[in-house]
């Protein structure tokens, strides 16, 4: 408590002596537990405040944390299993589903000395005279195939080497004179050398005792497997070394062997430049 002194005058012109006169008055400023109520009241309600922000993101996080790992390890096994049953075994990839020899078209039919021959057709006949059509050809001339316009019957023009669409070329021919078992006699046989340059491969050799004869080239057909996929390649008439295959793997036949139903082929990875060799068997006939 605060006191003070108050002077107390007495009117009238009293010659009493003046009287201190000690009074309490009450304290006007505010006092200190009033200023200590609003802290507790700012304080004590407003404490836990901070912690609830606080205290949900590391849940959140976590939760996070917990759903995610999960799906990355999920994801990435399911992505392994799938390369996995992808992957098809280390295997050559490749099998040959055709190797025939290819039939000739033409036929040594008939000759005049030994620098002009007449062949025969054998892929067209006549529908009237049931004959097939000849056509004569003069020795080491190339010649190129025409289509007549009206009737689209063939027939066979002289024309030079550098010209891409020469057909035919009379190699070589000469006639030999065999003795018959049967006879005494002695038969003229006919040996020609023809080549075909749209059919492509080596020349090969026609006689006149060939009804049905055959090419030195073969038809040559491979199925390439990529996994569950196959796609086939046509190398009839290609010459040995061809680069075909393809989606990252390239092949090559090096040789052939008819003989024993063989052909090498030569397979490279162009991703890791890795060479293998295989002798692959061709489909034998039923």
């Known amino acids: 408590m605060i006191f003070r002194e108050k002077i107390v005058e007495f009117l009238g012109g009293s010659t009493k002596p003046k009287e201190i006169v000690k009074q309490e008055i009450p304290q006007v400023a505010p006092p200190q537990p009033v200023k200590v109520e609003p802290k507790t009241l700012e304080v004590i309600p407003f404490e836990p405040l901070p912690d609830k922000p606080t205290a949900p993101p590391p849940m959140l996080v976590r939760e996070v944390k917990k759903e995610v790992i999960p799906v ?121 050398i023809l080549r075909d340059f749209k059919m492509g491969g080596p020349p090969f050799q026609l006689t006149s005792e060939m009804d049905s004869p055959m090419t030195s080239s073969y038809y040559l057909h491979f199925e390439q497997i990529m996994g569950p996929k196959k796609f086939f390649h046509d190398l009839t008439g290609k010459r040995n070394g061809h680069k075909f295959g393809g989606w990252g793997i390239e ?35 039923l």
């Open 72 to 192: 990355e390890k999920a994801t990435n096994q399911e992505t392994q299993i799938e390369k996995v049953e992808k992957i098809p075994e280390p295997t050559f990839g490749l099998i040959c589903t055709k190797y025939e020899r290819i039939p000739s078209r033409f036929r040594l039919a008939s000759w005049e000395g030994v620098k002009k021959v007449e062949l025969e057709d054998l892929s067209k006949i006549d529908p009237v005279t049931k004959r097939h059509p000849r056509y004569w050809l003069r020795l080491r001339v190339p010649y190129k195939e025409l289509i007549h316009v009206t009737s689209k019957e063939s027939f066979f023009r002289p024309t030079n080497m550098q010209d891409p669409n020469k057909r035919l070329l009379v190699q070589s021919f000469e006639v030999k004179k065999e003795a018959l078992s049967y006879s005494v006699l002695k038969k003229p046989i006919g040996y020609l």
């Open 251 to 285: 092949y090559q036949v090096t040789n052939q062997n008819f003989a024993q139903n063989k052909i090498t082929v030569l397979r490279k990875d162009l991703k890791t430049l890795k060479l293998a060799k295989k002798d692959l068997s061709g489909p034998t006939s």
